[in-house]
Antibody, heavy 120, light 110 residues
Framework: QVQLVQSGAEVKRPGSSVKVSCKTSAGTFKNFAISWVRQAPGQGLEWMGGFIPIFGPAIYTEKFQDRVTITADESATTAFLELRGLTSDDTAIYYC?????????????WGQGTLVTVSS | QSALTQPASVSGSPGQSITISCTGTSSDVGGYTYVSWYQHYPGKAPQLIVFDVNKRPSGVPNRFSGSKSGDTASLTISGLQADDEADYYCTSYTDSSTLVFGTGTKVTVL
C-alpha cells in the first residue's frame, strides 16, 4: 500500500525558512498532483498550493504566493514545501496530499503531517 | 478566495441522519463538480470520504453520501455511529485554478 512519508518536526525562529519533504513509498508523482495543506492550532484545514510535475510550475493561493515554493525532485518521488519569512502564525501541522487531477480535485492519500513550530 | 461556509457544529443521536452544508459561490461550488468531503480525527491525517460531489472511494461506507444544489454542497451521514464523531471539511475547485476548504464542521454523536 502506497504511503506518503513526511520529514520530522521542526522548530524555527521567526524570520527563518523551513523545508518539509514528502516521499512516496512506491511509484512516483508523475501522474498525480501534490498539494500542501496546513492546520494551525484550533483552526481548520487550509490549502496552500499544488504541483503537477508533468505540467510544471506550482499554483499557490494568493495568501502564500510570495512566501511558498512547492517542488519535486527529478525522480518525482519526493515533494518539498519551502515556507519563508516564518512568523508565529505559521505554527501548524503541514500535510502533503496526493491530489487527483486535472484540474486539482480530491486529496486521496495523505502524509502523516509535520509539526512546524515557530518560536523565538 | 474565502473559505466555503459550513456550520460550526452538527449533532445527532446514534442511528439518526445528519446533513452538513457547504456553501460557496458560482466561482467554486456552483461552477464545478469537483467537490470533496473529508473526515478528520484530531491528531490524524484527514480521510477522503466523497469526491466529485457524490462518489465514494473504495472502502467508505454508503452511509456517507454527497449532493449539490446550486452553490451549496451537502454531506449526509445516515445511521449515525459513535465513530462518526469527528471534524468534516468540504473542498471545491475554484475559478482561480485553486482548491478551497470549507470552515469545518464538528459532528457530535449524542
Amino acid at each position: 500500500q502506497v504511503q506518503l512519508v513526511q520529514s520530522g518536526a521542526e522548530v524555527k525562529r521567526p524570520g527563518s525558512s523551513v523545508k518539509v519533504s514528502c516521499k512516496t513509498s512506491a511509484g512516483t508523482f508523475k501522474n498525480f498532483a501534490i498539494s500542501w495543506v496546513r492546520q494551525a492550532p484550533g483552526q481548520g484545514l487550509e490549502w496552500m498550493g499544488g504541483f503537477i510535475p508533468i505540467f510544471g510550475p506550482a499554483i499557490y493561493t494568493e495568501k502564500f504566493q510570495d512566501r511558498v515554493t512547492i517542488t519535486a525532485d527529478e525522480s518525482a518521488t519526493t515533494a518539498f514545501l519551502e515556507l519563508r519569512g516564518l512568523t508565529s502564525d505559521d505554527t501548524a501541522i503541514y500535510y502533503c496530499a496526493r491530489t487527483t487531477c486535472c484540474p486539482f480535485n480530491a486529496f486521496d492519500l495523505w502524509g502523516q503531517g509535520t509539526l512546524v513550530t515557530v518560536s523565538s | 478566495q474565502s473559505a466555503l461556509t459550513q456550520p460550526a457544529s452538527v449533532s445527532g443521536s446514534p442511528g439518526q441522519s445528519i446533513t452538513i452544508s457547504c456553501t460557496g459561490t458560482s466561482s467554486d461550488v456552483g461552477g464545478y463538480t469537483y467537490v470533496s468531503w473529508y473526515q478528520h480525527y484530531p491528531g490524524k491525517a484527514p480521510q477522503l470520504i466523497v469526491f466529485d460531489v457524490n462518489k465514494r472511494p473504495s472502502g467508505v461506507p454508503n452511509r456517507f453520501s454527497g449532493s449539490k444544489s446550486g452553490d451549496t454542497a451537502s454531506l449526509t451521514i445516515s445511521g449515525l455511529q459513535a465513530d462518526d464523531e469527528a471534524d468534516y471539511y468540504c473542498t471545491s475547485y475554484t475559478d482561480s485554478s485553486t482548491l478551497v476548504f470549507g470552515t469545518g464542521t464538528k459532528v457530535t454523536v449524542l
